[in-house]
């Protein structure tokens, strides 16, 4: 697989086969990848909370939203669902700098479990107060993503912008989801 292709396939993953779970060493594995990641002024300012397949990770799930577009589906049903989270660490007071730290990481993350054949989904929309608390994060910190994460189960693939200009996701009749994505020519808006 070449790079683009990587990036193709790495699509967010909201099915996973419950059956094959992550292991915590899997997990380090995607951390020691993200730790590579660029970061601003190189100051490393990201924390990770790993979270494997057990009680801890039962009560994370729940806090979590999952396609908020796919208004008929509430989210994976037991037995496709994550077997793993990584909780992404900031101070409370990040500054936007160490914001984009949280971005390039979890895309680093999301490119990595492709790689692997592992599927990820970036989330924003937690309770996360309710996350910070079962986490015990550090005083001071606070959890800007959590990334969900699994063997892959779900087919995703890319779809042309429809004419609408609508930009939701949507799943077909075969559960397969489609991701539109805008064209080129739409997004480069000059060139010198
Ligand atoms: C910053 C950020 C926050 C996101 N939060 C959520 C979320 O809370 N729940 C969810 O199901 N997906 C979430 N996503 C996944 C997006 O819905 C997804 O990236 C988008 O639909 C495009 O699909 P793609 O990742 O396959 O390109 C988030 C993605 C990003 C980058």
Redo the contacts with the bound molecule.
Sequence with gaps: MDFKELVEAA??C?RFEEDKPLSVADLEWLVGCARLAPSGMNAQVLRYILVGKGETLDKLFPL??????LKDWGGPHPGERPTAFIALLLPEKATELMCFDA?IA?QTVQLAATSKGWGC??????DHAGAAALLKIPAGMQIP?LLGLGAAKEK?VIAPMPADGSFK?WRDADGVHH?P?RDLKELVVARY
Excluded at 64 to 69: E, I, M, Q, T, V
Aim: with cysteine.
């Design positions: 699509r967010t909201r979590s939203r999952w396609g908020g577009a971005g979890a989904c970036i989330i924003k929309t937690f993503l995703r996701y991701v994505k």
